[in-house]
């Protein structure tokens, strides 16, 4: 008789177990489906903050690093067609000059260009810059500039040069233009700040140290400050970006996973303070397929995981830009 009570308690601790993790399985799997729901309705169905809100249509002027090629100089056209203002920033005069007279012709709008390489810049560099913005109402700025390794490469193989220069480009560009436009949003009380990100900022990726770790800068510093200047009534949002086409991807042809300038910088636009796929404050995953990425890489395996499968994939890019090295160097000693 002890026996069978014994069994008929312990079925029921058994089932009571089964049924506890049972209900907890449920729960973690209604959470990520609600999660992943939620990205959905993000990315398709909403719509972010109006661009008005940042000066467009009303005199303000977006300020655009690395405005001249890609991402940056798709920011400059598009924020142009909504009648914001545009100060160009980057290193070669002649397409600074040629873009700026292309958006007042197409968009009836001002531009100034600021001629600067960010590998370079001394403080006297900022401070003319600081100067260029001062007299100008600066709405919004667009931190965009990066600079990545020329191949994917050990660190300790890495030069000092391009080392020091993803450094200044992506960590320091970023900061010192942010101090020079800040305090002018912090009096009017409103301003955007947009921070180009990378999915190497979410996941470090093996052989692009430097980029990953000054991505992941980015992203840590746009949440602090993301913190500290909202009650100030300035929005700080970095963009996780997944590639797109541009000379800086070294990728030609768009795909479902790899957006051209335009689609990619329009979901940015449409969906400014909206979160898409990414999961940290202050931070905006909104293309659509790089949303959906950005959701399984924070939902389905570990990060160690994703590290070791960034591993493998820039091992073989190395593998294959070094081949490619050898052949140009084989065809130009042939040539010679
Ligand atoms: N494309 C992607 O797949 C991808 C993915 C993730 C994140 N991102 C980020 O998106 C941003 C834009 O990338 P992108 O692919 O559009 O680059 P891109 O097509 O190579 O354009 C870079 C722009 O920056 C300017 N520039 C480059 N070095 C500069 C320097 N030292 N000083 C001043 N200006 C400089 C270039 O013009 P000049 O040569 O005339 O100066 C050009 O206007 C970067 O921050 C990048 O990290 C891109």
Not at 117 to 137: M, V
Not at 194 to 210: C, E, M, R
Request: one cysteine or more.
């Amino acid at each position: 008789m002890d026996k069978i009570a014994h069994f008929v308690q312990k079925s029921d601790c058994n089932a009571t177990t089964v049924a506890i993790f049972g209900a907890i399985g449920v729960a973690v799997v209604a959470f990520k489906a609600l999660s992943f729901l939620k990205v959905l309705v993000d990315v398709f169905l909403r719509s972010g903050i109006n661009v008005k809100k940042y000066g467009a249509g009303n005199g303000g002027w977006a300020v655009i690093t690395g405005a001249t090629d890609g991402i940056g100089k798709e920011f400059a056209f598009q924020l142009a067609s909504k009648k914001l203002n545009i100060v160009l920033v980057s290193r070669t005069e002649s397409k600074l000059k040629a873009i700026a007279q292309e958006l007042e012709q197409t968009y009836s709008v001002e531009t100034k260009h600021f001629v600067m390489d960010f590998t370079k810049a001394s403080e006297e560099n900022y401070q003319a810059l600081q100067q260029f913005l001062n007299p100008i109402e600066v709405t919004m700025l667009v931190n965009n500039v990066g600079t990545n390794h020329e191949i994917p490469t050990p660190f300790e193989q890495e030069t000092d040069k391009v080392i020091k220069d993803i450094v200044e480009v992506n960590i320091n560009a970023a900061m010192k233009m942010t101090k020079i436009v800040v305090p002018q949003m912090i009096t009017r009380k409103s301003g955007l700040i947009i921070n180009l990100g990378s999915f190497a900022g979410l996941v470090p990726t093996p052989y692009l140290s430097v980029y990953s770790g000054s991505k992941a800068f980015l992203s840590s510093w746009s949440q602090a400050i993301g913190a500290e200047l909202a009650p100030k009534g300035i929005h700080v949002q970095n963009v996780n970006t997944f590639f797109v086409v541009s000379a800086m991807s070294k990728i030609r042809r768009a795909s479902l996973l790899i957006p051209l300038p335009k689609p990619y910088v329009r979901s940015v636009l449409n969906q400014l303070g909206i979160s898409g796929g990414a999961s940290t404050p202050n931070t905006s995953t909104p293309y659509f397929s790089h949303a959906i990425a950005n959701w399984a890489i924070d939902n389905l395996f570990s990060r160690a995981f994703w590290v070791n499968h960034n591993y493998k994939i820039q091992v073989d890019i190395r593998k294959r830009a070094l081949n490619k090295r050898e052949r140009e160097a084989a065809a130009a000693a042939k040539s010679q």
